[in-house]
């Protein structure tokens, strides 16, 4: 019976119906929704889990096919599937609504049904993303996901929230229009939205350019590259937690996987010839975005900074593959390079999302982001000063967490390219380590500095469990990165392979 | 192939049917003495389901044309009558109950509003030029009666009377350019008219002259900028009821003129109104969203909403006839249905959460609606993003379609720009969003409307909702209607 089950299927609309079951009944019955939720996540993490077993290791062809025609007359269908790039980043979104959900449990007030059901129907449109298999479905999914993101910000958020969810669904539907005039066009060729036929099909250099950069206004938007990163911060700073975290941990990963799945494989030469520029940008996001974190006061927009730096690393990594390639075929070290960009990716996700849940640990208590407004905090709150002790050093990089796989990789795969770009990059390793630890230091260390900070009482046991399980996952992939590597090999060999041939007519 | 005339008379049927029932309409409202004139409003709306069935026992396989080509029915026409009669069926259940709460139901409402439906209905059929303006006069004025009904108001008289100025204004334009037209070619008939103008050898100045004036008329009735002015001040004086029939159903009927004028009679000009229809669609497109930024207004952000959609609607047209394929306009039926569906959605809003002593319609009003009504905030949510062009919803199909026929026949330039202005378009459609879930109500916004029009609403909402996940249905009978 497992064998027929529609898995592809059942991880995009079950948490979308769960969603919509817990908007008709409403606030009523606030535990039981609660719960209900919980369950419905859990469901979908199972069957994530269920797909990681059952993935084919040995095979680059998509797996867990489902198909049917959904606009006969174009020649749209409803068509999924997933390969070792989107099954890891299927279990991230799973593996981070079920933390969202519990870090949401006693913290949300006004409107729970309607919280936990945008969180469940966010979550079914992302995972809906990392399965189309048709452009269009691809972008249905991709927009549609903005409305429930749009409202948790603007709902939940802060008090600037209205400023920056406006600007947050503006900038991206901004980038995301020209990836549709890129795919009709595209279209207009070929007559066909499945992307493995676009990916067959041959492009002169100059339609490959102007279909690489209508790509790239989608992607960099979601990444964000520099400059159009703005509206992270905005957005970080106002949204809930919940949010911030889905924000950080999953939806910028969409802008790396768009570029793995449609930029790298349809327009290779382009991609090829663009590659300093775009390697040029990461480094910028890199090095500048570091320093800009630096300087922050509140903690999340220097999470928020943090990540536009971080991910850097996931750009640099895909396009630093193309100077790789010509120097010495799609071998070991291209393959390292993108390994390292999706590495980055998952470990970022972790990393971030834990480092978010704890701002948001002191917040809850304290209601306050400004590092000036705390100090000494360990004193207070031992257990949380150790697990977020973790993240920080994670995030600077510490070789033993999964922050340092995937940086130590781009790096590496980097100096084989060019030395002086892998000694740009490595300054993150500085950076990341100043930026954070020095927070780290100012918010957690030294003398108890108000009132405030003296009364507080350590993490509850719901916040031990999200924390814990967040710590477990970062030491895991930092210690065994192993099965993560042997999910994506054959697909990434294969994309190398795809992308070192030309495709101009 | 002629036939005797009376023969032919069973091609007319649907629109015989109405023009008496119309007259039944208008006798019983004459001796009706009851208050809120039910019978009226059910007889009424007995006629438009009659019309509907009608319509679609008489649908036709193919295309014929009768009355010495003066009229004709085909499966085009079929789809158009049927989008027409069932918005006004809508309508008129909206306007029944918004003018029955403010003691302002008058009979004649609904006879000047059949008779609209005819003018409209002659329209879709109509196959000369002659006919053309027939039906476009019996609708105009008709519409230009709805707009007044209300002789209290002064705003709704001065919409009344700018609208007729200016109509008229337009008609005679139209006028002008089918006369010149016919002066050049001596026919009225639009096929003959194509086939003059593809054996005509000499110079097209003079055709190009006419062409500008019959533009300039469909431009007026679809509200394209710049022959727009009258469009925000008549959507805002008029009565919300009328100002939700403006904006459904005569969109159809403009669309059906602009596509028999154009691409049955001047398809062999298409060069040169091609490039006036790109002018007048960017124009439109970008006048109308960056204008609509500004209102406080809710009517009237809708109206300037509405020529930013005629923008998007003409560009569907461009493609024209394509010598192969036959007519191609798909993308642009599907849009004016789609539009149509989501225009009653949102004035029906509109009339949904007004009362007889507050008309809700401006934006403040909105403020914090979902904190007491999440059901209908959610229901105007949709149909917002849907307006918008986000996905899953309708609207999108609509924009998708479009653009995607914009750069089949190779506009690229276009599609950029017209993606572009949907997303400056998006952020007035956000901040309804924004005001009636992010903002906190001032007063505690109660709904009165009754049961049907919440059902109407809702049902409306959820059809756009559903027909988001769902469009392939809908897509396909536009393009097979247009194959053939």
Redesign the interface.
């Known amino acids: 019976m497992v064998q027929y089950l529609p898995i592809l299927s059942l991880l995009v609309w079950a948490p979308i119906l769960g969603g919509l079951v817990i908007?008709c009944v409403?606030d009523r019955m606030r535990d039981s929704v609660k719960l209900f939720t919980l369950l419905v996540s859990l469901v979908a993490l199972l069957l994530s889990i269920l797909l990681y077993l059952r993935f084919d290791t040995t095979t680059a062809l998509m797996q867990f096919v489902e198909y049917s025609?959904?606009?006969?007359?174009?020649n749209i269908n409803y068509h999924l599937g997933v390969d070792g790039i989107s099954v890891p980043l299927i279990m991230l979104t799973t593996f981070t609504t079920v933390l969202v959900v519990i870090a949401g449990w006693v913290v949300i007030e006004s409107r729970l049904s309607?919280y936990m059901a945008s969180f469940l129907i966010l979550e079914g449109l992302m995972n809906g993303v990392f399965v189309s298999m048709d452009a269009?479905l691809f972008?249905?999914?991709w927009?549609?996901m903005?409305?429930p993101m749009?409202?948790i910000i603007?709902?939940w958020g802060g008090p600037r929230?209205?400023y920056a969810?406006?600007k947050f669904?503006?900038y991206t539907?901004?980038g995301s229009?020209?990836m549709?005039?890129a795919l009709?066009?595209l279209?207009?060729k070929m007559g066909s939205f499945y992307i493995l036929d676009l990916y067959r099909l041959p492009l002169s250099l100059e339609a490959q350019k102007w279909i690489f950069i209508a790509f790239l206004l989608a992607f960099a938007v979601k990444v964000p590259m520099w400059p159009v990163h703005t509206w992270l911060p905005d957005a970080h700073v106002e949204a809930p937690t919940g949010g911030s975290v889905i924000l950080a941990a999953i939806m910028l990963k969409m802008g790396g996987y768009g570029f793995i799945r449609f930029s790298l494989p349809i327009t290779p030469d382009a991609s090829a010839e663009l590659a300093n520029f775009m390697i040029v940008l990461s480094l910028i996001a890199i090095v500048y975005i570091g320093f800009v974190a630096l300087v922050q006061q509140d903690m999340k927009k220097l999470i928020a900074y943090s990540s536009v730096s971080h991910m850097g690393f996931v750009t640099l990594g895909f396009f630093i593959v193309f100077s790789l390639i010509s120097q010495s075929g799609p071998g070991t070290d291209a393959v390292m390079g993108l390994a390292g960009g999706m590495m980055q990716m998952i470990s970022h996700g972790l990393i971030s999302a834990a480092l978010f849940l704890c701002v948001g640990v002191m917040y809850d208590r304290v209601h306050s982001r400004q590092i000036a407004d705390y100090g000494g905090v360990a004193n207070t709150m031992p257990v949380f000063a150790s697990f977020m002790m973790l993240f920080a050093m994670a995030n600077a990089g510490l070789p033993g967490t999964s922050g340092f796989v995937g940086e130590f990789l781009v790096i590496l795969a980097s100096f084989h390219a060019n030395a002086w770009i892998a000694v740009a990059a490595a300054s993150v390793l500085i950076l990341g380590a100043a930026y954070t630890l020095w927070m780290y230091k100012r918010v957690i260390f030294g003398d108890v500095a108000n009132e405030q900070v003296a009364g507080l009482q350590d993490i509850s046991l719901r916040e031990t469990l999200f924390l814990a399980l967040l710590a477990g996952a970062v030491l895991l992939l930092g210690l065994w990165p192993a099965p993560l590597f042997e999910l994506m090999e054959t697909t990434l060999n294969h994309l190398a392979e795809h992308i070192s041939q030309s495709k101009i007519i | 192939m002629m036939m005797p005339i009376t023969a032919e008379m069973m091609f007319v049927v649907p629109e015989l049917a109405l023009l008496v029932l119309a007259c039944l309409v208008l006798l019983c409202d004459v001796f009706s003495t009851s208050e809120n004139k039910p019978l009226t409003y059910w007889l009424a709306q007995v006629s438009l389901v009659v019309v509907i069935v009608l319509v679609i026992c008489f649908n036709p396989e193919e295309r014929i044309s009768v009355f010495h080509n003066h009229f004709i029915l085909d499966p085009l026409s079929t789809v158009l009558k049927v989008t027409v009669c069932a918005a006004s069926l809508v309508v008129f259940l909206f306007s029944y109950h918004y003018f029955k709460a403010r003691g302002q139901l008058q009979g004649e409402y609904f006879v000047i509003g059949l008779f609209a439906v005819l003018g409209m209905l002659v329209m879709i059929s109509a196959y000369s030029m002659l006919s053309v303006y027939l039906g476009l006069e019996l609708m105009s004025l008709s519409l230009y009666a709805l707009v007044a009904m209300n002789r209290e108001s002064g705003t709704a008289s001065e919409a009344a009377m700018k609208y007729f100025v200016l109509g008229a204004l337009a008609s005679g334009l139209l006028l002008y350019g089918i006369s010149i037209l016919y002066g050049i070619s001596g026919t009225l008939v639009l096929p003959e008219l194509a086939g003059y103008i593809s054996s005509h050898t000499g110079s097209r100045i003079a055709l190009t002259f006419g062409l500008v004036f019959v533009v300039v008329g469909i431009a007026f009735k679809l509200g394209a900028v710049p022959f727009h002015t009258w469009l925000p001040d008549v959507y805002e004086g008029s009565p919300t009821a009328v100002t939700l029939f403006l904006a459904s159903a005569p969109k159809v009927a403009a669309f059906a003129m602009a596509v028999r004028l154009l691409v049955d009679g001047l398809q062999p000009l298409h060069v040169d109104w091609q490039g006036m229809l790109i002018i007048l669609s960017v124009l439109s497109m970008a006048a109308g969203n960056i204008i609509a930024i500004s209102q406080t207004n809710i009517k009237r952000m809708l109206a300037y909403s509405a020529i930013a959609h005629a923008g998007f609607l003409i560009l569907g047209i461009l493609p024209g006839l394509d010598a192969g394929a036959g007519a191609t306009y798909a993308a642009a039926l599907f849009y004016v249905i789609s539009y149509v569906i989501m225009s009653l959605g949102a004035f029906g809003f509109i009339i949904l959460s007004g009362s007889a002593d507050h008309e809700a319609d401006q934006l403040t009003d909105f403020k914090g609606f979902a904190e007491f009504n999440p059901w209908f905030a959610f229901i105007m949510l949709v149909f917002m993003f849907s307006l918008a062009g986000v996905p899953p919803f309708l609207g999108f199909w609509a924009k998708w379609f479009v653009i995607k026929e914009v750069i089949a026949i190779g506009h690229i330039w276009l599609a950029i720009l017209a993606v572009i202005f949907s997303v400056v378009g998006a952020y007035y459609y956000l901040r309804i969003v924004k005001l009636m879930y992010f903002d906190q109500p001032d007063t505690m916004p109660a709904i009165v409307a009754g049961r049907q029009v919440r059902l109407m609403i809702s049902f409306n909402g959820l059809a756009v909702l559903v027909l988001g996940f769902v469009p392939g249905e809908l897509i396909r009978i536009c393009t097979t209607v247009l194959m053939g």
């Open positions: 908007l409403g025609e959904w606009i006969s007359t174009f309607q269009i972008y249905f999914f927009e549609a903005l409305i749009f409202l603007g709902v929230r209205v969810t406006i669904f503006l539907f901004l229009v020209f549709l005039v009709l066009y279209y207009s």
